[in-house]
T-cell receptor, first 110, second 114 residues
Framework: GIQVEQSPPDLILQEGANSTLRCNFS?????LQWFHQNPWGQLINLFY???GTKQNGRLSATTVATERYSLLYISSSQTTDSGVYFC????????????FGTGTRLTIIP | DAGVIQSPRHEVTEMGQEVTLRCKPI?????LFWYRQTMMRGLELLIY????????DSGMPEDRFSAKMPNASFSTLKIQPSEPRDSAVYFC????????????FGPGTRLTVT
């Protein structure tokens, strides 16, 4: 099945810093999602981004499907950005089942 | 529009007891998914439904687990009898037909089996 790798596994930043999280996947995909799991355990949809670039406030994401990667940018980090960020892609083209990456744990220090 | 609703949010039970977790998907969504998350195994898909019909239950760990979806707005995941190794956070998610992969997760049920 498709493999999904995220990097870095851990990231510790000072409040106000910018960060880039990466998601690599091993096969063609027709969609990709980014989630934020906050310290309370809730999984929050950030982006549904099969290709191109989207922005939502301080967050933006870019997926380059032909090169099999996606990037999540967080600017001017806040402590509320702490948590684990997951990317997820369908297990195969058109499959409803998702394969999740292992996540990037982001810690923002005040 | 309300998101995915799960109840209870926390459940503590003794080994051997029956546990029932509940989920209400987002209105209009055709797919419903049950996941389990543990530190050791991460997020695992247990089962998913399409239009109330179970499509793939290959992730259900054993016969002690069962799931039903009697109508478009309600699903249950039952564990009987429960064991300590079932302790985990159980998430329900839903998505709309034609938007493959865009799943929305509920807040989860944290289950502790003592």
């Amino acid at each position: 099945g498709i493999q999904v790798e995220q990097s870095p596994p851990d990231l510790i930043l000072q409040e106000g810093a910018n960060s880039t999280l990466r998601c690599n996947f091993s096969d063609s995909v027709n969609n990709l999602q980014w989630f934020h799991q906050n310290p309370w355990g809730q999984l929050i949809n950030l982006f549904y981004i099969p290709s191109g670039t989207k922005q939502n406030g301080r967050l933006s994401a870019t997926t380059v499907a032909t090169e099999r990667y996606s990037l999540l940018y967080i600017s001017s980090s806040q402590t509320t950005d702490s948590g684990v960020y997951f990317c997820a892609v369908p297990r195969s083209f058109g499959n409803e089942k998702l394969t999740f990456g292992t996540g990037t744990r982001l810690t923002i220090i005040p | 529009d309300a998101g995915v609703i799960q109840s209870p949010r926390h459940e503590v039970t003794e080994m051997g007891q029956e546990v029932t977790l509940r989920c209400k998907p987002i209105s209009g969504h055709d797919y419903l998914f049950w996941y389990r998350q543990t530190m050791m195994r991460g997020l695992e898909l247990l089962i998913y439904f399409n239009n109330n019909v179970p499509i793939d239950d290959s992730g259900m760990p054993e016969d002690r687990f069962s799931a039903k979806m009697p109508n478009a707005s309600f699903s249950t995941l039952k564990i009987q009898p429960s064991e300590p190794r079932d302790s985990a956070v159980y998430f329900c998610a839903s998505s709309r037909q034609g938007e493959t992969g865009e799943q929305y997760f509920g807040p989860g049920t944290r289950l502790t089996v003592t």
